[in-house]
C-alpha cells in the first residue's frame, strides 16, 4: 500500500497562523519533509518519532535540489508513508508546490494540497497594509522578483504591471534597483509609495517605507535583507494607521524563559501575544525525590491527615501520581482540608477534583501562614508534600502553633542536561529580559550560565541592558542575592501577572 503526501502551507511564520488541517496532518505524520522558511517550533507538532527531514533552501545555498526533492517524495509515499511537505506561506505561491505535485501525479502516488497563509498577504498585514482597499486598490498581482529583471528572457509583463494598483513582489531583494527601475520606465511614478516587510509576522519583523524612486537605497541602508515581501501602491500610505503588530508591547523583545520545559508554554504563549519572542532555556526538571518512601508511606496513611498543604503545581503532580501509583484518587483526601499556595496550585488541584478549602492572599509561604490564622491547629496533623529543597519557614511556624507536621520531600529540581549550551547560545545571542518564576531557576542559571556569563548579566541587569523580571519577593531575593537588580516584580505572583507587568514596564501598552 503506497502512502500520501500532503502538501502543508506551514503559513507566514508566525506559528499561530497554521490552519487547524495543517497542524492535524502534523500530528498524524510519519515524515515531515521541511524548508527554510517553515517555522522550526512547527515541527514539535508532529509525533516524536516522526522522521523530519530538511531541504531547506535559502537563497542560493540548497541542501537538496528540486529533482532530488520530488524524488524523496515520491520514494516515502511509495514506501507508505503519510508525509508532510511542509513549506512556508502557501505551497502553490512561488512554493513550487506544482511541481512536486506533479512528480507524485506523475508516478501514480496519491497527494493532497493544504494551503496556507500567504506571506504575501500575511506579511503586509502585519506591517498594517491591506493588499486592497477600496480607497486605493481594487487589484493586486503577486510578482517573482526571482527573474532577473535586466535578462530578456523575462517572463514579467513590466507593462501591464505599471498599471495595477498593488503589487506584492516576493524574493525581490536582490533585484530590487532592477525591479523598480523597470517599474517607473513602464511608467510608475516614482512617489508611488512602497515598503519592504522583513520577516513578516515574526518577532523578529523590520519594515520600511518610501517611495518607489527610493525604495532601494532606503532598503539598502536599512539593512533588509531576504526573506522579505515588498510593496508598491498607494495602500502602503495606510500602513501608519493601521500597523498594529510592531507596536504591540513587547514587540521584537527577546525574552528568556526559564521554566521547566512542560510549564514554559504557558508563559511563551503569553509572551507572543504580546509580540515577544520566547527564547525557552529550561533551567529546571522536576525529578521524583531521591528518597520516595515518606511520599509513599504518607499517602498509603492520608486518611490520618486534618490538612494537607500544597505550595506547588508539581507537589500537587507528584502527590497524585504516587496516590494512582496506589490506587487511589481524590477520595482519599476526603478526610482532611487542603490548602493551596496560589491560583496555579489551586488550579492544578481542580483539575483533579479537589476544591482547595484555603488558599493564600498573597502567595507565598508567608501568605498562607496568614491564610491559616484563623484556623485553630494545636494537635493538627498536617501533610506539607513539597520540593526537597523548600524554605522551612512554613513547617517551623505551623509547629509552633501546635501542629504536627510532617514535611515530606515530594520531587526535587535540577538542571538539565545540555542546558548549560543551549543557556550559553540564547546569552550570546542577546537576551532583552530574562524572567525568574521560582528561586531555583535564578540558582540554576548562574550555576549553568558560568562565573563569565553572570558576571556579565549582573552588569547588565545594573545598566537596565537586561531586564530582570522575577515572579515574586523569594525569587527576587534570590536573585538580588545572585547580584541581579530586578526590574519587576508583579503585584499579583502569578504567571499572568508577571506578563501584564513586563507589557506595563516597557511601556508601549
Ligand atoms: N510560499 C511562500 C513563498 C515562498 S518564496 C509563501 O506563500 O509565503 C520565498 C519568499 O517568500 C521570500 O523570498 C520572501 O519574499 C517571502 N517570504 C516568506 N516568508 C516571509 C516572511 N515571513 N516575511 C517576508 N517575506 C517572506
Not at 531541504?55 to 508513508?81: F, P, R, S, Y
Not at 518610501?210 to 522579505?228: N, T
Not at 496506589?326 to 488541584?349: H, K, S
Request: glycine fraction near 8%; aromatic fraction near 4%; charged fraction near 20%.
Amino acid at each position: 500500500m503506497s502512502g500520501k503526501v500532503y502538501l502543508v502551507g506551514a503559513g507566514p511564520g508566525d506559528p499561530e497562523l497554521i490552519t487547524l488541517k495543517a497542524s492535524r496532518l502534523l500530528a498524524e505524520a510519519d515524515t515531515v519533509v521541511y524548508d527554510f522558511l517553515a517555522n522550526p517550533e512547527l515541527l514539535a507538532l508532529a509525533p516524536p518519532e516522526a522522521e523530519r527531514i530538511y531541504v531547506g533552501k535559502k537563497g542560493g545555498d540548497h541542501t537538496m535540489g528540486q529533482e532530488d526533492i520530488n524524488d524523496l517524495l515520491c520514494q516515502l509515499a511509495a514506501g507508505g508513508k503519510t508525509v508532510v511537505r511542509l513549506k512556508g506561506g502557501d505551497p502553490f505561491v512561488f512554493g513550487r508546490g506544482g511541481e512536486e505535485a506533479s512528480a507524485l501525479f506523475k508516478r501514480g502516488l496519491a497527494f493532497e494540497v493544504v494551503p496556507g497563509v500567504t506571506s504575501a498577504i500575511a506579511g503586509p498585514a502585519y506591517a498594517g497594509i491591506p493588499v486592497t482597499d477600496r480607497r486605493h486598490a481594487t487589484e493586486v498581482a503577486f510578482v517573482t522578483g526571482h527573474e532577473d529583471p535586466s535578462k530578456d528572457s523575462s517572463t514579467i509583463n513590466w507593462a501591464a504591471l505599471a498599471g495595477i494598483h498593488t503589487l506584492v513582489f516576493l524574493m525581490g531583494i536582490k533585484n530590487l534597483p532592477n525591479i523598480c527601475a523597470r517599474l517607473m520606465e513602464h511608467g510608475k511614478p516614482g512617489d508611488t509609495p512602497a515598503a519592504c516587510v522583513r520577516w513578516g509576522t515574526t518577532p523578529a519583523q523590520r519594515s520600511v517605507t518610501s517611495d518607489l524612486a527610493h525604495l532601494p537605497e532606503v532598503v539598502r541602508q536599512a539593512g533588509i535583507k531576504p526573506p522579505a515581501v515588498t510593496i508598491v501602491g498607494s495602500v502602503v500610505e495606510l500602513k501608519d494607521e493601521l500597523g498594529w503588530f510592531e507596536n504591540l508591547p513587547l514587540f521584537g523583545k527577546r525574552v528568556l524563559v526559564t521554566r521547566t520545559r512542560n510549564q514554559a508554554g504557558k508563559l511563551s504563549r503569553a509572551l507572543r501575544r504580546l509580540g515577544a519572542e520566547p527564547v525557552e532555556v529550561p533551567t529546571i526538571e522536576v525529578l521524583p525525590p531521591s528518597d520516595p518512601e515518606p511520599l509513599r508511606r504518607a499517602v498509603a496513611s492520608l486518611a490520618d491527615y486534618d490538612l494537607v498543604m500544597l505550595t506547588s503545581a508539581n507537589g500537587v503532580q507528584a502527590l497524585f501520581s504516587e496516590m494512582a501509583r496506589q490506587g487511589l484518587d481524590a477520595r482519599a483526601l476526603a478526610g482532611a482540608r487542603v490548602a493551596a499556595i496560589g491560583p496555579a496550585t489551586a488550579a492544578a488541584l481542580a483539575e483533579r477534583g479537589i476544591q482547595a478549602d484555603i488558599t493564600a492572599r498573597v502567595f507565598v509561604a508567608e501568605g498562607l501562614i496568614k491564610a491559616l490564622e484563623s484556623h485553630h491547629l494545636a494537635a493538627a496533623r498536617v501533610l506539607l508534600p513539597r520540593a526537597a529543597q523548600a524554605r522551612p519557614v512554613l513547617p517551623e511556624t505551623l509547629r509552633r502553633r501546635g501542629a504536627e507536621v510532617e514535611v515530606v520531600p515530594a520531587y526535587r529540581t535540577q538542571a538539565p542536561a545540555g542546558s548549560a549550551d543551549k543557556l550559553a547560545e540564547a546569552l550570546d545571542q542577546g537576551v532583552d529580559i530574562i524572567t525568574f518564576t521560582a528561586s531555583s531557576t535564578v540558582t540554576n542559571l548562574r550555576e549553568l550560565a558560568g562565573r563569565q556569563r553572570h558576571q556579565r548579566l549582573v552588569a547588565a541587569s545594573a545598566e537596565g541592558a537586561v531586564t530582570i523580571a522575577s515572579i515574586g519577593p523569594i525569587t527576587s531575593d534570590t536573585a538580588r542575592a545572585a547580584g541581579l537588580t530586578v526590574h519587576l516584580e508583579p503585584e499579583a505572583y502569578t504567571i499572568e501577572a508577571l506578563v501584564d507587568s513586563l507589557a506595563r514596564h516597557c511601556g508601549r501598552s
